[in-house]
């Protein structure tokens, strides 16, 4: 499972508040916890207005490279923020995101063509986001082409089906599943990712919602989420779906977590 750890981001009260009084240590400890915790990718959003944001980004990249080496997710609704942020980064990651919404994709796969760059790609469009599975099916063709166009192999996106909440659209979860499931059926080395939060919305103990979608997703075919990797609940599921999808042979990996004390009860003082 590729975890994209998801709190260095400024649309979190307490990451925001850290971000404006320049608490440097605070957003040190987070990447370096996200990353001892076993993050893949450590996703970096500053959620600042545009006209501050690539500075800010810079700043972000530079705190978390200074205790981690693990590969930053460069996060932004605006694509000339990711492109401006990406020399910042000492090694290639991962993109966070395009779309076909307005000329987000032809201004960022042009840049990452010719590097180890991957990307997440949202299956939305001008239109606002799909109310079928026919219609996102229709927007991921569309990405595809473009990748094809651009010489980006499949194994380098990160395609987010999108979920809607849960409290108005009971139907988000099977949508996602059938999505998921074509997806990887058409283009089998692609990856299959999502946030979690979106599909609680509104109701009470968000948690376990989350986590429930989470293992449901993953036996549909997802294999990489942006959450919370010092969550060790969630992050203990995702061990076990993982054995129990057979996707960890002789359950070796869930052994070594829980030895290693990622996953399982914290230790008594």
């Known amino acids: 499972m590729i975890i994209i750890g998801e709190k260095i981001n400024g649309s979190i009260p307490s990451m ?21 915790a076993g993050a893949t990718y450590l996703d970096v959003c500053a959620s600042v207005p545009e006209e501050f944001e690539v500075e800010t980004l810079k700043w972000l990249i530079g705190l978390v490279q200074e205790v981690t080496d693990t590969p930053i997710c460069v996060d932004s609704p ?11 980064c000492k090694k290639t990651g991962l993109v966070n995101s395009v779309s076909m919404e307005g000329e987000k994709i032809d201004v960022i796969f042009p840049v990452i063509a010719d590097t180890k760059w991957e990307c997440v790609a949202l299956l939305c469009d001008d239109k ?68 979690l939060s979106n599909i609680s919305f509104g109701l009470p103990a968000r948690k376990l919602i989350n986590q429930a979608f989470m293992v449901l997703a993953m036996n549909a075919g997802m294999d990489s989420a942006i959450v ?6 969630l992050l203990g599921l995702i061990y076990a779906t993982k054995a129990l999808l057979e996707q960890d042979e002789y359950c070796l990996e869930y052994i070594s977590a829980f030895r290693e004390g990622i996953i399982g009860p914290l230790p008594k003082a």
């Open 128 to 195: 606002g986001v799909p109310h079928s599975v026919e219609k996102r099916l229709e927007v991921f063709e569309n990405i595809m082409k473009k990748a094809k166009e651009y010489n980006i192999a499949p194994s380098r996106l990160y395609i987010d089906p999108l979920v809607e909440t849960l409290s108005t659209n009971e139907a988000t979860l099977t949508m996602f599943a059938e999505c998921a499931r074509e997806i990887r059926k058409r283009y089998p080395t692609i990856h299959v990712t999502s946030g």
């Open 16 to 36: 925001g508040k850290a971000i404006r009084e320049k608490d440097e240590a605070y957003i040190r400890d987070c990447a370096k916890k996200q990353a001892d």
């Open 78 to 88: 605006s694509p000339y923020s990711i492109v401006a942020a990406l020399p910042f």
């Open 228 to 233: 919370d990797p010092t969550n060790r609940d």
